[in-house]
């Protein structure tokens, strides 16, 4: 809150406290000894504890909307007792729900909007009552218009002094704050008045002891939708705890690359084209989306392993001697290792592993062939192999898109798979040079693709938490959203 809003909201609490505190006096004045008298104290005594119990079940969620059933005992206030007792049960039931409040302020600003609505809920029940002579002790038309008058005006003062309080605290346009709390205004509107009604014509009927018997199952239904708010809670918090762990994830493993990046430029580059190739060979293959989301992020992440390859052999211009291939041949397993241990890459894993393994047998790490090689691994491997071919490398220069064609469909069948190499070309057709030479997209494009689509991989846990909320929603049978707060 800036000082001005401060001042110009301190201002508003302070008149409408005032307000209340007038009307309250005027009331009683008018009203003597009646105001409180006979049977009536012994029932405004038993509402401020239904409102109190209410407020004690009261449930927030969705950050703004608070399911209680308090709004009945004001109601009931409103109707039967006279605008004096349905201020005291109003600010019982708001002082109650406010004491949390880390601002007097805004604990008073919301008190005050339970009472301030009921008087007015119950002045207008009042002269209504004057003018169609409406009996408390039978259930008449005028007596279900009376009370739906009441509640509705109950329900507008309410949120017309929300929306300004919060244009006055805060300086959102009130006009903004009512389109957006329209939606749980009808729904409150409508089950105060629904079920509103039904308790006052329960209480002419039969009185307060009848009130109290109805209220015991809705207490309960309100405690079991409590427990189903806190569960939906307690998932939600595991979600958030979920994307953080698998950002914490990818978010190490593209340090890594990047790491590797600064040894040696090329590999920064390569993996990102090899991705998006990936990517774009496992959706035209018509692979699930869950097994092109793991092919993607393989081939991002493919050759992690050569963090531990030493800057020579990496930059070396000349041929490889044998101890140098054999730092070289180590890279799949260490990068399939370090991914083995983040649960969120375990499938992503094995696809490294195998990514320089060839169907004859002639590839390493293993000498894996055919049937041994993951397919995903055998699509990276001619994704992999016909980006480096058309890389400029210190030992050689780049082959055209064409020339590594033509090397990977003579070596189709043989060290790579026909249908992927043939899949791959069939990509490479119609695509512009950019995405030929893969200089279309960078690492940390296709990163940020790797991350949303690790992002989704946390759903089952949505889905849990989406199934708590439905189970909450539709576990609310008497429920009543109650008095908008600041
Ligand atoms: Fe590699």
Not at 54 to 66: G, M
Not at 86 to 96: D, E, N, P
Not at 158 to 184: K, M, S, T
Not at 278 to 299: I, Y
């Amino acid at each position: 809150m800036t000082p001005e809003h401060q001042r110009r909201f301190t201002a508003f609490v302070a008149a409408e406290v005032a307000v209340c505190a007038a009307a309250l006096v005027l009331v009683l004045l008018r009203e003597g000894s009646d105001a409180f008298a006979g049977t009536r104290l012994v029932d405004l005594l038993v509402l401020c504890i239904l409102a109190i119990i209410a407020e004690v079940l009261a449930v927030e969620f969705a950050d703004r909307v608070t399911v209680t059933a308090a709004n009945l005992p004001i109601l009931l206030a409103m109707v039967f007792l006279g605008p004096a007792p349905a201020m005291i049960v109003a600010a019982v039931a708001g002082l109650w729900a406010c004491w949390r409040e880390s601002s007097v302020q805004i604990a008073a600003f919301n008190a005050a909007n339970y009472v301030f609505p009921a008087l007015l809920g119950a002045l207008a029940f009042q002269s209504l009552q004057t003018s169609l002579a409406i009996p408390l002790d039978r259930v008449t038309p005028q007596l279900l218009l009376g009370g739906a008058v009441a509640a509705v005006v109950y329900e507008f003062t309410n949120l017309g002094a929300a929306g300004v309080g919060v244009y006055l605290a805060y300086g959102r346009q009130p006009r903004v704050y009512w389109r957006d709390e329209l939606g749980p205004f009808l729904r409150s509107l409508a089950l105060l008045t629904g079920v509103g009604l039904m308790v006052a014509a329960l209480y002419a009927l039969a009185g307060i002891v009848a009130v109290v018997v109805l209220f015991l199952p809705l207490f309960a239904s309100q405690y079991t939708f409590q427990l189903l708010v806190r569960e939906k809670q307690h998932l939600g918090r595991q979600k958030r705890l979920t994307e953080q762990y698998l950002e914490m994830n990818i978010g190490l493993a593209a340090a890594m690359i990047v790491l590797l990046d600064s040894k040696d430029h090329y590999t920064a580059r390569h993996c990102a084209a090899v991705a998006m190739y990936c990517r774009d060979m496992g959706t035209a293959l018509g692979l699930p989306e869950a097994q092109v989301e793991a092919l993607h992020l393989a081939g991002l992440l493919h050759d992690l392993g050569k963090v531990g390859t030493p800057d020579a052999v990496l930059g070396k211009e000349g041929r490889l001697d044998e101890v140098e291939w054999e730092s070289i041949h180590e890279h799949p397993m260490k990068g399939a290792e370090v991914l083995s241990h983040l649960v969120a890459y375990r499938d992503v894993a094995d696809i490294v592993q195998y990514h320089h393994e060839r169907l004859d047998g002639s590839g390493y790490p293993l000498g894996a062939r055919g049937g041994e090689i993951p397919e995903s691994a055998k699509i990276l491997a001619v994704a992999d192999s016909y980006h480096a071919m058309t890389s400029d490398r210190p030992y050689r220069h780049a082959m055209s898109s064409f020339e590594a064609l033509k090397v990977l469909r003579y070596n189709a069948g043989k060290t790579y798979e026909a249908l992927y190499v043939e899949t791959l070309a069939q990509i490479l057709r119609d695509k512009d040079l950019a995405y030929r030479d893969g200089t279309s997209t960078d690492f940390m494009d296709e990163y940020e693709r790797g991350r949303v689509s690790l992002r989704l991989r946390g759903a089952v846990f949505e889905a849990a938490a989406e199934a708590a909320a439905d189970a909450a929603d539709g576990g609310a049978p008497a429920a009543v959203t109650g008095t908008r707060s600041v």
